[in-house]
């Protein structure tokens, strides 16, 4: 299995524009996870689906951001307008939802909103 | 309450010597599950090991054990032997709840000094 595959690694663009993050997770794994990194505020759980269904978005910061998980092997995080404040690694991480393998993640992608 | 607490920021260890990290955690769930990430340079997120809360004994992976003290909501991360290429960001996280939900606490900063 490849993993976890998150794209684009490295997104940078202008305030103002729309921002699409793409992850596929692991064939089989029934969980999805949507995190965001910073220096300031570590790892932040933003929104988590189980089954392609969102169970917990309260970390989804403002109204700015959304998330979707047409299927299976895909989900997209959204940020629409974007900001300087919103730069970060965003990474997705899927699990099988039981056992001792925890999640697994992908590479992340580091988002620079000038 | 912080969910996760990890009180070192910080921490040096000579080469070869042993390091313990230290995560304390808080939850009312009788079902939980504990794990240690590593997060090197490169910024990948790397599972290390896991400890069930049901689990009589100490979970090991190597040169990695979990110092589990239920009563004391304590599961420390031991790393024996120390190499160089463990210098890294490590993320005490917790599992639980139905859903599966995964709070990670702030991390520990470990540099190993040759």
């Known amino acids: 299995d490849a993993g976890v595959i998150q794209s684009p690694r490295h997104e940078v663009t202008e305030m103002g524009q729309e921002v699409t993050l793409r992850c596929k997770p692991i064939?089989?794994?029934?969980?999805l996870f949507w995190y965001r990194q910073t220096m300031m505020r570590g790892l932040e759980l933003l929104i988590y689906?189980?089954?392609?269904?969102?169970?917990?978005d309260s970390g989804m910061p403002e109204d700015r951001f959304s998330a979707k998980m047409p299927n299976a092997s895909f989900s997209t995080l959204k940020i629409q307008p974007s900001e300087p404040r919103d730069s970060a690694v965003y990474f997705c991480?899927?699990?099988?939802?039981?056992?001792?393998?925890?999640?697994?993640f992908g590479s992340g992608t580091r988002l620079t909103v000038v | 309450a912080q969910k996760i607490t990890q009180t070192q920021p910080g921490m040096f260890v000579q080469e070869k010597e042993a390091v313990t990290l230290d995560c304390t955690y808080d939850t009312s769930d009788q079902s939980y599950g504990l794990f240690w990430y590593k997060q090197p340079s490169s910024g990948e997120m790397i599972f290390l090991i896991y400890q069930g809360s049901y689990d009589e004994q100490n979970a090991t992976e190597g040169r990695y054990s979990l110092n589990f003290q239920k009563a004391r909501k304590s599961a420390n991360l031991v790393i024996s032997a120390s190499q160089l290429g463990d210098s890294a960001m490590y993320f005490c996280a917790m599992r639980e709840g139905p859903y599966q939900k995964v709070t990670f606490g702030t991390g520990t900063k470990l540099q190993v000094i040759p």
């Open positions: 689906f189980n089954n392609n269904v969102p169970i917990d």
């Open positions: 991480a899927s699990s099988p939802g039981t056992g001792v393998h925890g999640y697994t």
């Open positions: 064939s089989g794994h029934d969980y």
